[in-house]
């Protein structure tokens, strides 16, 4: 497909799907308060930077890996073990918590949500090596309305947060069987019934291959932990020194923002491949070309952001939630700002990635995560939520700054050591 039309499936589909998490924030906080909206997004805190790190971004190796260096089924051993570890680890993190019975409930829920969230993924990392993120679009659409009327049907019913997280689980269980699953089973030319048995193919663990998938990876899943902890640092200040209601209503505020990510993320991830095949082939004028049009993109994008947040942030917030969560509308602001400029970033980043430039991300998002903490250490305390946003605001600065000079080092260093390759790759740019 054309990056036209993969853009416009991924663009849909994110937006869509984030519409739909932001919905089940919006059901916990209509049918249940703001403590099962802590509780939740205490589940995702946790396990969200375990799952990150054993995940290994193998999503983003699969989209580079422009020479099949590595079959699906080869990832698929990978993710299905790492998964498992990650459960084990969660775990042992939830039981050392001394978390309340019922918040440890909710806690092992998140987490077996999460890990079923992680073999859909590495199949989407299949349909995106296929420039196919149709497949993936239709797949988020139909999990995030399933997920999110299970979720709030339940919610409504019981008004046990722990029950609807169940369901939560079970909806992507049911979506990873009956939609990831087929679908992929067909790119892969598998035949035969679909079943968890017989999960496309079968998962292949060879230790030597898969040690060197790990260490090609494992800068890419140490950057996704950092970012994932960084999104969650200001939510451990903000619980240990406001308690559960403040990070439930900061929660709310910082989920509405997702849809903005989420766009730069849609237009990164359709880019991707292409941008991996035009590195490969040597041919930095037309990687420059593209990555110049995202950049732009980037740009508008944080500007609407901001404008949107400014203009109409108490009205959406009393529309979506109520004048409880409006009242912070100060910090909503920053927050969307903060969005915008991680946007803008993020789409540097998809450029870096596509050059395979894996470690150099590592040492940036070390430095963002530590002017989050930072940020926080000085202000939650004194300030409360709007310290909490303007840390945030200061990460996003140091991490606009940092990938833009990792972007710019790309562009002179290794455009001097590329030779000039043939390829038989469609490499239209057209945005």
Known sequence: MSLQRNFGWALSGSILYAACQWGMIVAFAKFGNTVMVGQFSLGLAIATPIIMFTNLQLRSVQATDATREYSFAEYLGLRTGMTLLAMLSIALVIL????????????????????????????????QSRDRLDQIGKSMILRGVVSVAGLSATLYLTKDAFWSVVVLALTWLLVLLSFDVRRGRGFLGTVGPTSLGAFMERPRYWFQRQWKLIRLSLPLG?????????QSVPRYFIHAHLGERELGIFSALSYTTVSVTLVADALGASATPQLSRLFAAGQMSAFKALMARLAAFGVLLGAGAWIAAKLMGATLLTIFYSSEYAAHSDVFVRLMSAAGISAFAALLTYGITSARSFRIQVPIYLL?????ALGCMLWVRDSGLAG????????????????????????????????????????TISL
């Open 388 to 427: 909490a946003a303007s840390a945030v605001m200061l990460a996003s600065l140091v991490q606009v700054t940092a990938f833009s000079a990792a972007a710019g080092w790309l562009f002179i260093s290794k455009a001097k050591t590329i030779l000039p390759q043939s390829t038989e790759y469609d490499l």
């Open 368 to 372: 963002v995560v530590c002017s989050n």
């Open 96 to 127: 050392l918590g001394n978390y309340a019975r019922g918040t440890t409930k909710i806690l092992f829920a998140v987490a077996c949500a999460k890990c079923l969230e992680t073999l859909s993924d590495v199949i989407y990392g299949l349909f």
């Open 222 to 230: 140490i950057v996704m932990t950092l970012a994932a902890f960084n």
